[in-house]
């Protein structure tokens, strides 16, 4: 069974950084699309990042554009957020999703995933 543990959320004032990490076991993590997306309370999960198989291909939502980086470490069978100049609109749980096979598709629909984490909160306070 594929276990995905997200880590590194905290409190963090804004204009600050963060770095999550979500560490996968139980699968082929090397083959696997993998994804973070986000919810604030009262609102509906949304993507956030996503990364292909070989990290050679990234998806970036609009609001975190330019301040994010999705990264992957196949070795480690761990994927990375980095979150720089956080906003107080960045605070939600962010959860790491795991799509399987080699696919070299930007998969933006949560139903496209097959495994997740229980999440990590992340908040930006001013």
């Known amino acids: 069974q594929v276990q995905l543990v997200e880590s590194g959320g905290r409190n963090v004032q804004a204009g600050g950084s963060l770095r999550l990490s979500c560490a996968a076991s139980?699968?082929?993590?090397?083959?696997?699309?993998m994804g973070w997306f986000r919810q604030a309370p009262g609102k509906d999960r949304e993507l956030v990042a996503v990364i292909i198989w070989s990290g050679g291909s990234t998806y970036y939502d609009d609001s975190v554009k330019g301040r994010f980086t999705i990264s992957r470490d196949n070795a480690k069978n761990t994927v990375y957020l980095q979150m720089n100049s956080l906003k107080r609109e960045d605070t939600a749980a962010y959860y790491c999703a795991a799509r399987r096979g080699y696919s070299d598709s930007l998969w933006r629909s949560e139903t496209e995933y097959h495994y997740w984490g229980q999440g990590t909160q992340v908040t930006v306070s001013s």
């Open positions: 139980g699968g082929t993590f090397s083959s696997y699309t």
